[in-house]
């Protein structure tokens, strides 16, 4: 891997060069793009050689685009709602209507929070019982509008404190994988970063399964399973690779369906660019989508979450 410390000076360097433009009467273009060029290097040949647990951070890297600000770059309108209707609103899990590529959908979305006071107050994206109550909720406002459920997964997983406990967290996760399984929609999922555990499979239960390239989605995180396995969290390298939690071992598996590309470097580098490709993906799979019946959409949503995890033999076995 090339240091990270090469590529942080590099861009500390344009940083730097650039406010002296600004500032001064000087034209340092020229220097500037001879850096960014090398800059482009150091991240590509970086970002081919990751591991699986490189990906891991990049998928917690907290300038990655995620929660409201990227649902609104990626919507022409979007209109929150709020509250479970049983006494919560939780900030970590929100929703509402939306216009994407001029169509009608409904979001639902882990907010991880922006400042450090709002992702205290969103638990840095684990939701509460009373989030996945709101989802539930949103799910069955869409149904009724016949709106497509786009969901945007991004969380380590469901808030594990006493309170969820006592409010049967476990019981609104399963609630919502069914009522997922159940849609009379069309359903697309993202794993925009991090998919961690039950927290995120209750989003993910969708027609369609879409990763970022540097996202990640396991049933554990890699220090979960390093502290359980090998009673060492510092092994979680080791149990990232054993995991197989990354895009590429998913769709390999048959979890996930695509893979959306991200700039080199990650999608921190340019939000811009990776909410285009996710716009454009999505515009794909929900056109693909509304082109089948819905019985034929809940025999295929059916089939695919029946046979989840069934064992394939390899090609040249019979």
């Known amino acids: 891997m090339v240091d990270d410390s090469s590529i942080r000076a590099l861009e500390d360097k344009v940083a730097e060069l650039r406010q002296m433009m600004e500032t001064g009467d000087v034209d340092l273009r020229e220097e500037i793009t001879l850096l960014e060029k090398k800059l482009f290097s150091l991240r590509r040949e970086q970002y081919a050689r990751m591991s699986d647990w490189d990906r891991v951070k990049l998928a917690r890297h907290p300038e990655r685009p995620r929660g409201l600000p990227l649902v609104e770059a990626l919507a022409e309108a979007f209109y929150e709602l709020r509250g479970d209707r049983m006494g919560g609103d939780d900030p970590a899990l929100r929703g509402g209507p939306a216009l994407v590529q001029g169509e009608r959908i409904m979001f639902l979305f882990h907010h991880r929070g922006s400042t450090p006071e709002e992702q205290r107050a969103c638990r840095f994206g684990m939701a509460t019982p009373q989030g996945y109550r709101k ?17 945007l997964v991004d969380t380590p997983g469901a808030y594990p404190g006493l309170q969820s406990e006592e409010q049967n967290i476990a019981g609104a996760i399963a609630q919502c994988i069914s009522r997922m399984l159940a ?39 890699p220090e979960g399973a390093a502290a359980i396995l090998w009673k060492d969290s510092s092994s979680a390298a080791q149990a990232a690779q054993a995991l197989r939690l990354t895009a590429p071992h998913l769709v390999e598996l048959g979890f996930a369906d695509q893979i959306i590309p991200e700039p080199v470097g990650g999608a921190h580098t340019d939000p811009d660019k990776t909410a285009d490709e996710l716009r454009s993906a999505l515009g794909e799979h929900l056109r693909a989508l509304s082109s089948s019946s819905l019985d034929e959409l809940k025999a295929l949503r059916y089939k695919r ?11 040249d076995q019979t």
């Open 135 to 151: 989802c539930l909720r949103l799910m069955d406002i869409a149904e009724r509008l016949h709106l497509p459920v786009v969901t």
């Open 305 to 315: 979450y029946r046979n989840a995890g069934s064992a394939r033999k390899p090609a």
């Open 183 to 221: 849609l009379n929609v069309p359903t697309v999922a993202v794993i925009l970063g991090e998919g961690g555990s039950g927290g995120a499979i209750a989003l993910g239960a969708a027609d369609r399964v879409l990763m970022m390239e540097n996202a990640t989605y396991s049933v554990i995180s």
